[in-house]
């Protein structure tokens, strides 16, 4: 499966599984996602799923400054309920991350190892997502500000006539391109842009 160009250029995320140590699914249980592995679970490559990719990243560094973060041991927060606007699709790219799982997650092995009830929504907050490590009980508080890297003004009226059905194929794939540069633009333009992803 082909895949854009700039994916590949989208800094990763390493984490430490214990739980993938343990059954021999990776080497010391280290484990690297890529920015392609998100939009696969996603199913689509947009400015949420960019955003939840810079949230997690930026807070992961925060609570790990010294070492690998370890997936399994992160309990997600979301501020708004999983059927509002996007959330659920930020909670799943968290979730890949992290570990992180609801009520059906992983139950463990002997009493270690669980992953269900680390996903919450509905939880008050002033930014969108917070993550907490177990272990020390350490946050970090992220939002997200998309506006800061607006769409091409070209996108709209592609847009219209794309849900219209009247695109021309070349329209379609000018409105894909478009898309896909404004996500280029926020993984690799705007990627330390302080003002894109905020920390509290």
């Not at 992953?115 to 917070?130: C, H, K, Q, T, Y």
Request: net charge neutral; proline share 6%.
């Amino acid at each position: 499966m082909g895949y854009p160009a700039f994916f590949s250029k989208v800094p990763g995320i390493r984490v430490q599984d214990p739980l993938a140590e343990l059954l021999g699914a990776a080497t010391d249980g280290v484990i690297e996602y890529a920015y392609k592995d998100a939009v696969a679970l996603a199913g689509h490559s947009c400015p949420t799923v960019a955003g939840a990719w810079l949230m997690c990243s930026r807070a992961l560094a925060r609570l790990y400054p010294e070492g690998l973060p370890r997936r399994g041991g992160i309990r997600v927060d979301m501020r708004d309920a999983v059927d509002a606007g996007t959330t659920g699709v930020v909670a799943s790219v968290a979730g890949l991350i992290t570990g992180a799982a609801g009520e059906g997650g992983f139950k463990g092995l002997g009493g270690r190892f669980a992953r269900r009830n680390l996903l919450s929504f509905g939880v008050a907050m002033s930014g969108e997502l917070r993550l907490t490590r177990t272990d020390t009980g350490a946050a970090a508080e992220a939002a997200y500000h998309p506006e800061v890297v607006p769409p091409d003004p070209a996108m709209q009226p592609l847009m219209a006539k794309l849900l219209s059905g009247e695109a021309t194929p070349d329209e379609r794939t000018e409105f894909g391109r478009l898309w896909q540069l404004r996500v280029k633009r926020i993984l690799i333009d705007h990627w330390d842009d302080p003002a894109l992803v905020t920390l509290a």
